[in-house]
């Protein structure tokens, strides 16, 4: 067993540099999304009607914590910045128009007399792409006006989350998503957040979302695909969890009686069609599951992060003596 902290090793044949893996993301349509954020229980598959704020949603990282505060989003805004994500990978990779070293000014206030802050220290990037772009990753008709409106709403919604990250008496904030702009249906600009900034060039924990893969889900399924995709990063096995631990994930709850026989339902439809993608291969295992994403690239079984993540054992207690270490837990 690896010493805790260790990092994994890799064959030399595999050990693949930061701008190859970029093209190899950019060339499979790969979402890099901030590790942390993917774990944490902020998405919901649908919202209807008027949407709550939410505050104090936390999420453990890396020996401190992670909470997220603003309106609640769901499978559709989700599915915008994975998009945005999408995009920015493959110009980053290929196009050169996405642009770096604009420091994420006027998120916090800056006093010089506290310690140094990342939110107002490191860069954020900004892409630039245009909302038939953004439709042709979700899916969407280019010249559906009202997909351009839902699009403009969602990057709005996403724009109003906040992120806080505290470790001990240090904190940092940041919008998820630090500003946009566009006209009409052209040229669009948005500016990302440093964590999914760090995410995007490899420099942070970071999960990786097949765009193809995504599209062909429904929502229940979108959003624990997007969950697991984070809990498993590269190829291999998970740790065996619970049917019922995974709904908890997509709905941010447990709940009871026929709500919680029919989400458990829709959980086993999501794994369903996930099969269908190929990326996936999941086994019942008595009351539990097993669940293993295959590897499209020889190199993806051998993903090792750039740092060490903590996590909590999302297993219920029942699958604590099952639960092995994965490669980006210490």
């Not at 950019?26 to 008027?50: E, K, S, T, V, Y």
């Not at 945005?84 to 770096?100: D, F, H, P």
């Not at 070293?101 to 310690?115: H, K, N, S, W």
């Given at each position: 067993?690896?010493?805790?902290?260790?990092?994994?090793?890799?064959?030399?044949?595999?050990?693949?540099?930061?701008?190859?893996?970029?093209?190899?993301?950019?060339?499979?349509?790969?979402?890099?999304?901030?590790?942390?954020?993917?774990?944490?229980?902020?998405?919901?598959?649908?919202?209807?009607?008027?949407?709550?704020y939410i505050?104090?949603?936390?999420?453990?990282?890396?020996?401190?914590?992670?909470?997220?505060?603003?309106?609640?989003?769901?499978?559709?805004?989700?599915?915008?910045?994975?998009?945005?994500?999408?995009i920015?990978?493959?110009?980053?990779?290929?196009?050169?128009?996405?642009?770096?070293?604009?420091?994420?000014?006027?998120?916090?206030p800056?006093?010089?007399?506290?310690?140094?802050?990342?939110?107002?220290?490191?860069?954020?990037?900004?892409?630039?792409?245009?909302?038939?772009?953004i439709?042709?990753?979700?899916?969407?008709?280019?010249?559906?006006?009202?997909?351009?409106?839902?699009?403009?709403?969602?990057?709005?919604?996403?724009?109003?989350?906040?992120?806080?990250?505290?470790?001990?008496?240090?904190?940092?904030?940041?919008?998820?998503?630090?500003?946009?702009?566009?006209?009409?249906?052209?040229?669009?600009?948005?500016?990302?957040?440093?964590?999914?900034t760090?995410?995007?060039?490899?420099e942070?924990?970071?999960?990786?979302?097949?765009?193809?893969?995504?599209?062909?889900?429904?929502?229940?399924?979108?959003?624990?695909?997007?969950?697991?995709?984070?809990?498993?990063?590269?190829?291999?096995?998970?740790?065996?969890?619970?049917?019922?631990?995974?709904t908890?994930?997509?709905?941010?709850?447990?709940?009871?009686g026929?709500?919680?026989?029919?989400?458990?339902?829709?959980?086993?439809?999501?794994?369903?069609?996930?099969?269908?993608?190929?990326?996936?291969?999941?086994?019942?295992?008595?009351?539990?599951?097993?669940?293993?994403?295959m590897?499209?690239?020889?190199?993806?079984?051998?993903?090792?992060?750039?740092?060490?993540?903590?996590?909590?054992?999302?297993?219920?207690?029942?699958?604590?003596?099952?639960?092995?270490r994965?490669?980006?837990?210490?």
């Amino acid at each position: 067993r690896k010493r805790k902290g260790a990092a994994m090793a890799q064959p030399e044949s595999l050990r693949l540099s930061r701008a190859a893996w970029r093209e190899i993301d950019a060339r499979n349509g790969i979402a890099r999304q901030d590790m942390a954020l993917g774990l944490a229980p902020f998405i919901r598959p649908q919202i209807r009607g008027q949407r709550a704020y939410i505050e104090g949603v936390s999420q453990p990282w890396n020996g401190g914590i992670l909470e997220i505060s603003g309106p609640q989003i769901d499978s559709d805004d989700l599915g915008v910045l994975l998009a945005l994500l999408t995009i920015a990978t493959q110009k980053e990779q290929g196009c050169g128009q996405l642009v770096a070293g604009q420091q994420a000014q006027g998120l916090i206030p800056e006093d010089r007399a506290v310690p140094a802050n990342k939110a107002l220290q490191n860069d954020s990037a900004s892409v630039e792409t245009s909302m038939a772009e953004i439709c042709r990753q979700l899916g969407r008709n280019t010249e559906d006006g009202s997909a351009h409106r839902a699009i403009r709403a969602s990057i709005k919604r996403l724009a109003a989350v906040v992120v806080e990250a505290r470790s001990g008496e240090d904190w940092a904030a940041t919008h998820l998503i630090a500003g946009a702009a566009g006209r009409g249906r052209g040229a669009v600009r948005v500016k990302l957040s440093y964590r999914l900034t760090r995410a995007l060039i490899g420099e942070g924990s970071y999960s990786r979302i097949k765009m193809e893969t995504w599209r062909s889900l429904a929502p229940v399924a979108r959003v624990l695909y997007h969950w697991l995709c984070a809990w498993r990063p590269g190829g291999g096995a998970c740790p065996l969890v619970s049917v019922d631990a995974l709904t908890k994930h997509v709905w941010g709850e447990v709940a009871t009686g026929a709500k919680q026989r029919e989400r458990r339902q829709q959980v086993r439809l999501a794994f369903a069609a996930m099969r269908e993608s190929g990326e996936w291969r999941i086994e019942s295992m008595g009351a539990n599951l097993r669940i293993e994403r295959m590897s499209a690239h020889p190199a993806e079984k051998h993903v090792v992060l750039a740092t060490q993540t903590r996590v909590l054992d999302y297993a219920p207690p029942s699958d604590k003596a099952t639960h092995t270490r994965l490669s980006h837990e210490v």
